[in-house]
Each structure stands twice: as C-alpha cells, then as structure tokens.
C-alpha cells in the first residue's frame, strides 16, 4: 500500500479465484474498514462445452472501436461473465490537477504488468482539458458507477465509485440495450447478464445513459460524457417514429412512478380484476418494443403475483417462470424466493386466489339475502 494523499490511499485486493488478475483502487480512508475482506468467491462464469465463452471481443465497426459479440445463443437472464474490476476511483476525487495526475499514475503502477498494458488499451475519449493523463482518462471513460461502504454509516458521496472491468467494458451503447450487469460488492465483481434472447454474432450491448430520455438528450449526453453520436436504431428512426419512441419512453419513465400499486388493488374488490394487469401489460408492451427489457422486473413481478391473488395457476406458472429467469443474476433473493414459489403455489404465495375466494364469499351472500331478485320481474 502506498500512501497518496492525506484522505485517499491506493489499496490492492486479490481474488481466490481469479489469483493473477488482482484490483488497484483509489479509496477514501473512511471506506477502508468496509472493503470485503476476505473476498466471497464470485458466481462461475458459465461456459461453452468446448471451453469457450459466449462472447468475442472484436471490431465493432466505423468509430465504434472494439465491441462484445455473441459466439452463440444466449437465452434472456443467463449469466454472460462474471469480473472484477481493474482499477476502483472515487467518482469525485478533490485533489488539485497535479496530484490527480500523480494518483492515477500510481494507480496504474500498482497492478501486474499484463493487467496494466490490457487497461492501456481501453478507450480514452476525455480531451486534455478535462484528463492531462490518459489513465484519468481511461478510467473516466470506462468507469461503470459502483457503491462501497455501508448505506447507514458512509453518506453516498463517499460511497460512489467508478469501476473499470477490462472485459465489460468493451461493450458498446444502446438505446436499447440487451444485456446489463450487476455488482456485488461481497465478491467484488460484477455479472453480466443477457436482457433478452441474444443471438450468435448480435453485438452485447449495454446502456451508458439515462435511456427513458428523449433521443436529442440522450445524444446530447452521449457526445458530452463518451465523445460519440449514438447511431443505435432508436436513435436513427425517421422523425415521426422517433416521436413516437420519445413519448413511448416518456409514459414508460412516468409509470415508474405511477403505475397501479399491486399491494393496494389486491384486496381492494372495488377495483376491476384486471385493473393492474391491464396497465402492466401495455407497459410490457411498450418496453418490448422499445428494446428497454431492464425495466421489465417490476412489472412481471406484479403481473405474476396479480394471477396468484385470482388464483390462476398456470398463469401464473407461466410468469412466475418468467421471473425467476429474470431475476436469476439481477436478485438473487427474489429468484430464490419465486422458485419457492412454484413449488408449492398454493402454501406460499401470500394471498393465493384471495380475490377469487372474497368474490365467490361476496356472490354467496348476496343470494342468501335477496332470494327475490331470483324471479325475473318479467313474470310478474
Ligand atoms: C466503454 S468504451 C466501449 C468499448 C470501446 N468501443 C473500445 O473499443 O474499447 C466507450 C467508448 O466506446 C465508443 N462507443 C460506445 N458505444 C458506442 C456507440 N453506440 N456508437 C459509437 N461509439 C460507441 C465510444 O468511443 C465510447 O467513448
């Protein structure tokens, strides 16, 4: 370990399973007592039978560089590669220029030389006024936003970090991303996983910004903070389908925040029994067609949980399947619990088939109290 500055300090962590390709980070002195230590063992990169994984890394076109591609079928949530970072920095660092300079120097120092030379050929696009060195540089260009620390006990500055995975970051922005990754601190690594179905040569790609925003702030942001115009197929959509994707997206951003709540129309019977899965299945709709598969979650979950309240059982098989492969890499907990889920749907969905069993109750009742409304007031 070597001392850089009062507050921040370059620490090295290795990996069981990965002994060779070990992490340089620039932390702040608070996050140093959290760092995981010992390291979990990260999830297995699952393999090819022949040994190989599902992806290459290759040329991906005019201005585009290098790019990820599949090597073959890729179901939707299967696991694409698990990885640890690199290098680590905070995502503020508030030191002058000069020891900016130096700090990112020996951050590069501190890992093995093959690992240094591979993060020397990651894309640097930050000009010199805003990086003197290209190891600023490359790690302000390839920095994925990770947290450290602890939620309750470090405030969030201080937790935000940029994490440079060689691999990872070779994939390419989309605005309609197949594949996303998720961190896990305990393992210190990320998993990359598909979004949806990918097939043999498809390009994996991932978002690098706020993809719910209209294409003109999308690029805006893209050519600021990586130095390219997004050429995705949702970007060069002629003008008024590209209106249409805006809005689509606009209306998929506001459902996030006002969608018909699961839990309050689950036992509300004065609310249609389709009320929420009407809403959640034109969002579903639109999210397919506009590539945004990252956001579908929150909708499957309460799409699956809606036929388990009505007590639909292969309805809901059928979604609580989807779920589980969604969550499989994305969360792990609720993966585990919807697999519980279909072993026993009856005993351990909460609410199985409340409304249809309150319905019937309901109807049972009402006959009991009106017998007269039996006699059709045509006989009279
Ligand atoms: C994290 S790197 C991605 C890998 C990079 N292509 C390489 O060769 O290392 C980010 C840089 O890749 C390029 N890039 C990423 N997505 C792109 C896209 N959709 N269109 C054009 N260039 C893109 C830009 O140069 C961007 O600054």
């Given at each position: 370990m070597s001392q850089s500055s009062p507050d921040f300090s370059i620490q090295t962590l290795s990996f069981p399973d990965a002994p060779d390709s070990p992490s340089a980070l620039l932390v702040d002195d608070r996050i140093v007592p959290y760092l995981p230590l010992p390291v979990r063992p990260a999830r297995s990169t699952p393999l090819h039978q022949d040994g190989k994984p599902s992806f290459e890394i290759r040329p991906a076109g005019v201005d585009r560089g290098l790019g990820m591609f599949a090597t073959r079928h890729i179901p939707a949530g299967a696991l694409i590669l698990v990885e640890h970072p690199?290098?680590?920095?905070?995502a503020k660092v508030p030191l002058t220029r000069d020891a900016r300079d130096a700090v990112y120097r020996d951050l590069f120092a501190a890992l093995p030389e093959h690992r240094r030379n591979e993060l020397r050929t990651m894309t640097n696009c930050r000009s010199l006024d805003e990086c003197e060195t290209m190891e600023e540089g490359i790690a302000r260009t390839n920095g994925t936003a990770v947290e450290l620390g602890h939620p309750d006990e470090i405030e969030i500055d201080a937790r935000e970090y940029g994490a440079v995975f060689l691999t990872i970051n070779r994939s390419n922005h989309s605005c309609g991303p197949n594949a996303a990754h998720k961190w896990d601190l305990a393992s210190f690594s990320s998993s990359l996983y598909a979004l949806r179905p990918i097939e043999p040569a498809e390009?994996?790609?991932?978002?690098y910004t706020d993809v719910t925003q209209p294409r003109d702030t999308r690029r805006e942001r893209l050519l600021a903070h990586y130095g390219f115009t997004c050429m995705c197929e949702f970007c060069t959509l002629p003008p008024s389908l590209s209106a249409e994707s805006d809005a689509a997206r606009a209306a998929?951003?506001?459902?996030?925040?006002?969608?018909?709540?699961?839990?309050?129309?689950a036992t509300d019977l004065c609310r249609?029994?389709?009320?929420v899965l009407k809403s959640h299945m034109q969002a579903l709709e639109l999210i397919e067609k506009e590539g945004l598969q990252g956001m579908e979650s929150a909708f499957v979950r309460d799409v699956c949980l809606c036929w388990a309240v009505l007590g639909e059982e292969a309805k809901f098989r059928e979604w609580a399947k989807k779920l589980e492969r969604l969550s499989d890499v994305?969360?792990?907990a609720m993966a585990r619990e919807v697999r519980g889920w279909l072993q026993d749907p009856k005993g351990r969905v909460p609410k199985w088939g409340w409304r249809s069993k309150r319905r019937l109750q309901t109807s049972k009742k009402k006959v009991l109290e009106e017998p007269e409304s039996y006699y059709s007031p045509l006989l009279f």
């Open positions: 690199a290098i680590l920095t905070p390009e994996i790609t991932m978002i998929l951003r506001e459902w996030r925040h006002t969608r018909p709540v699961f839990a309050g129309w249609a029994d389709d009320f994305r969360d792990v």
